[in-house]
Every structure is written in structure tokens, then in C-alpha cells.
């Protein structure tokens, strides 16, 4: 399961528990130019099979349960954009962003 949050990143969930957030690197746009089958690279690189484009890992948390669904949500009608999820032992939670430097230093 996954989810778009901008037009550069997006969250996921994979079979084994893990929660994740890539982005696109900023240079992927002019790469993606230069060579838009990707066959130049291909054969360039032995990382992750030689896979041109690939996304920057922002963060990874393991839950312990398989993800089967995600949502980008708001909770309330003034508040601030929360990920919702669920997983596959029925339980529900939420991913909510840190807005400034104050809620950071909180905790």
C-alpha cells in the first residue's frame, strides 16, 4: 500500500511492517531528460540491479504488521494533514508531521 503525499514523495508500507517515505532526488527531473529509457545507466551501476531512478529514503519505521491501507487525511476541519493506516491484525493508527521547530525540540 502506498500513498502520494506531494509531487515529489510518497509513503508506503511493505509486507514486512515496514513504513516508509521517499522522494524523488532533485536532479532526478534533468536525468530523467537526458536519458528517458533509462538505458544508458542501466548496465552502469550493480546497486539495486542497476536501476536508474531512484527514490531518497526520508524515513523507515517498522511496525510489525503488514500495512493494507494508507490514506493522506485531514481529521478535523481546521487541522493539520495526518497519514492514516491500517493494517492486516486490524489495527489503525496514524502518522502525524512534525509543523514546526518547537514540536521537534518537544519531544
Not at 521517499?22 to 542501466?42: H, I, Q, V, Y
Not at 542497476?50 to 494508507?70: N, S, V
Request: some cysteine.
Amino acid at each position: 500500500a502506498f500513498t502520494i503525499l506531494d509531487l515529489d514523495t510518497v509513503c508506503g508500507g511493505d509486507k514486512f511492517g515496514n513504513f516508509f517515505v521517499g522522494r524523488l532526488p532533485p536532479n532526478a527531473d534533468a536525468e530523467a531528460e537526458d536519458d528517458p529509457t533509462a538505458s544508458r545507466f542501466k548496465w552502469e551501476s550493480g546497486y539495486l540491479g542497476g536501476a536508474a531512478f531512484k527514490l531518497d529514503q526520508i524515513c523507515m519505521y517498522h511496525l510489525g504488521d503488514m500495512i493494507t491501507t494508507i490514506h493522506k487525511t485531514k481529521l478535523s476541519l481546521g487541522g493539520g494533514q495526518v497519514v492514516l493506516y491500517a493494517t492486516a491484525m486490524g489495527a489503525i493508527g496514524a502518522f502525524i508531521p512534525f509543523e514546526t521547530k518547537n514540536d521537534v525540540d518537544f519531544f
